[in-house]
């Protein structure tokens, strides 16, 4: 009925996401910003970790369930590995989550959303300008104004924006 796992390439890649998930739910309260105080009253009506939270028990739990489903005869059991291009491509994206994750506090979330989803689009293949321009631009902006309008959470973002937006809603 179960079988022992061996270290494939999606074992070793749920292991570290589901080790990954666990550490920032342990220690969220480092990961995320303190939401911005007006008068000792927090702007935010949730909690700025709230959502993370969330998306991270999601994801160790899908996690479990996937290692769970190899572990069975209810998986199959992938034969081949990743080759040498498929390193390189998921090389370049951890580099470009790398670039986002120092980005976000020095250009906002806004710019830096913005610049990964580019560099994403141009490594997936995209190369219709009308379409990476809608993708990077109209899907962070939808984001951020439901993230700040409708569930008031703050996002890292330049002054200038913020007030931008203030002034327009």
């Avoid at 995320?32 to 000792?40: C, E, M, Q, R, T």
């Avoid at 491509?89 to 959303?113: C, E, K, N, P, V």
């Avoid at 009308?130 to 002054?159: C, D, F, H, M």
Wanted: positive net charge; charged residues 10%.
């Amino acid at each position: 009925m179960f079988r022992k796992l061996s270290p494939t390439p999606e074992v070793l890649t749920l292991g570290a996401l589901l080790t990954c998930s666990v550490m920032s739910l342990i220690f969220i309260n480092s990961l995320v910003a303190k939401p911005k105080a007006l008068f000792g009253q927090s702007l935010s009506a949730i909690s700025p970790s709230a959502f993370p939270m969330i998306v991270l028990t999601l994801l160790a739990l899908m996690c479990i369930a996937a290692l769970f489903l190899l572990r069975t005869d209810l998986a199959e059991t992938p034969t081949k590995g990743l080759y040498r291009d498929e390193w390189i491509r998921a090389g370049i994206f951890f580099g470009i989550m790398i670039l986002y994750s120092l980005t976000m506090q020095s250009f906002g979330f806004l710019i830096s959303t913005a610049i990964s989803l580019i560099l994403i689009s141009l490594q997936m293949g995209a190369r219709s300008p009308i379409q990476i321009g809608l993708v990077s631009l109209v899907g962070p902006v939808s984001l951020y104004l439901s993230a700040t309008r409708l569930l008031a959470v703050s996002l890292p973002e330049l002054n200038v924006i913020e007030l931008f937006f203030a002034k327009l809603f």
